[in-house]
């Protein structure tokens, strides 16, 4: 049987009191209607369609081709918002799955329950429900004596006697396709001006058919988003799922509450990763690393058995057994090769280092490339751009840059050169010379 997705993203979200449509804030780096769509993607192949109203073009613009867009030009209801793909699917499908898209945390496996249930289902739709102390406002789920669900009462409307059901509607539900779209038309205008997607329930024991119910296992799969202190239990939610399978997969968490890792970051096995780290983008770490704590990695690439103490990197890649901090940081275009070593306050940019060199505190090296086993003495500075463009500068190998030392670009240092401390570098060093003074001079061929 032909499943397809519809999911509603057309809310305006006024109470995340933000100028961002709701379904675009981020929740572990990845905007909430991404991992709506990820969801949906495993349930079936068939493009979903997003039912989209206030932001639209924001939407369009973040997600592309992973969806057909049908526009609620009016925002009448959840019921009103489904009958808009009526048009698109109708013919088209055998079951449609609806879900919300300011639901991030509803995982594949549930919808594909939801939709398999539904497929051994005699009526017409399969509801998914939750057991909460905390109701939220939630409809609550009222069961016949078959265990079929009879209605959803709305907090609004229970008695008091309802108000103690613990069972509540979720907000996601998988109808047969041919009785939905004549169910929508049904639906009753309710006093708020909208027609909602829950009274399809009445319709279906109207029918004297049955509605199936499944309930969700994990609570926190069914936190719903409307405000930013649900935004914040969502975030904890998928940040706990994320590390759970890095830590599942052998990557050793010290303390899994105060790290964040984003949605698309692979790590090696025997990686520790220290408290307070964020490793973003599509950042690929490398086994038995030692990263962190107090880090922040964007998209970069690291290999293995590197060491990354309390440092901050941004598109850069490291080769293996790097080591760098505290307090350094790599800039875009940042290439750190084999045995690598940075030190505190040491700052790199669009520069090349090859292997073995080592780097000395409070230095910049910016537009550069840096021959094997080079020493960089402290506080040397890459004097890279002149007020209008950027010069390279070339050091060779196993050149020895004295502390405090002053590059010009542009710049040529040759082999095993050597540099006086202080020295203000203006003119080009030849092999094995040593060049000291402001400016510098080349004093002497070194043996």
């Avoid at 799955?97 to 398999?116: F, I, N, Q, W």
């Avoid at 997969?249 to 692979?266: L, N």
């Avoid at 003074?437 to 070194?446: D, F, S, T, V, Y």
Wanted: charged share 25%; with cysteine.
């Amino acid at each position: 049987m032909k499943t397809t997705s519809i999911i509603l993203a057309a809310g305006q979200g006024t109470r995340m009191k933000s100028d961002l449509p709701k379904i675009l804030h981020p929740v572990c780096g990845k905007p909430m209607v991404w991992h709506a769509l990820q969801t949906a993607r495993v349930v079936s192949k068939e493009t979903p369609v997003m039912i989209v109203g206030h932001g639209a073009d924001g939407v369009r613009d973040t997600i592309s081709s992973a969806a057909r867009f049908v526009v609620q030009a009016e925002r009448l209801g959840t019921g009103h918002a489904v009958q808009q793909a009526e048009s698109t699917l109708k013919g088209n499908t055998d079951l449609v799955l609806v879900s919300a898209a300011d639901m991030p945390l509803l995982s594949g496996e549930t919808l594909s329950k939801l939709v398999k249930t539904q497929k051994a289902n005699t009526g017409p739709m399969t509801m998914l429900t939750i057991f909460a102390e905390d109701q939220r406002g939630f409809g609550r789920i009222m069961r016949g004596g078959d265990d079929g669900v009879r209605a959803i009462v709305e907090e609004a409307d229970c008695t008091e006697e309802q108000k103690a059901v613990k069972e509540v509607n979720v907000g996601a539900y998988c109808f047969d396709a041919e009785w939905l779209w004549d169910a929508l038309a049904r639906i009753p205008l309710s006093a708020k001006g909208e027609y909602y997607l829950t009274d399809t329930v009445a319709l279906a024991v109207e029918d004297g058919m049955r509605v199936e119910a499944i309930t969700l296992g994990d609570a926190v799969e069914a936190i719903g988003v409307n405000n930013r202190i649900h935004l914040s239990e969502a975030e904890a939610g998928m940040r706990s799922r994320v590390n759970r399978g890095h830590m599942l997969k052998g990557v050793t968490f010290i303390d899994p509450a105060s790290t964040f890792i984003g949605m698309d970051v692979e790590i090696g096995q025997d990686t520790v990763i220290q408290p307070n780290t964020f490793l973003r983008g599509e950042t690929k770490i490398g086994s038995g690393c030692e990263i962190g704590p107090n880090t922040i990695i964007t998209d970069c690439q690291i290999g293995n058995r590197c060491e990354i103490l309390s440092s901050v990197l941004e598109k850069a890649i490291l080769e293996d057994d790097v080591d760098m901090g505290p307090f350094a940081r790599l800039r875009k275009g940042a290439y750190l090769s084999k045995g690598v070593h940075m030190g505190n306050f040491g700052e790199v940019k669009d520069s090349h280092l090859g292997e073995g060199v080592k780097v000395g505190h409070f230095s910049y090296i910016g537009n550069a490339t840096i021959g094997a086993e080079t020493n960089i003495g402290a506080g040397t500075i890459t004097c890279n751009y002149d007020g209008e463009n950027k010069h390279h500068t070339e050091i060779g190998k196993e050149v020895f840059i004295g502390s405090d030392t002053m590059l010009v670009a542009p710049l040529e240092i040759g082999d095993r050169a050597r540099t006086g401390a202080g020295s203000v570098v203006t003119k080009n060093v030849k092999k094995d010379m040593l060049a000291v003074g402001m400016p510098a001079r080349a004093i002497k061929k070194l043996k």
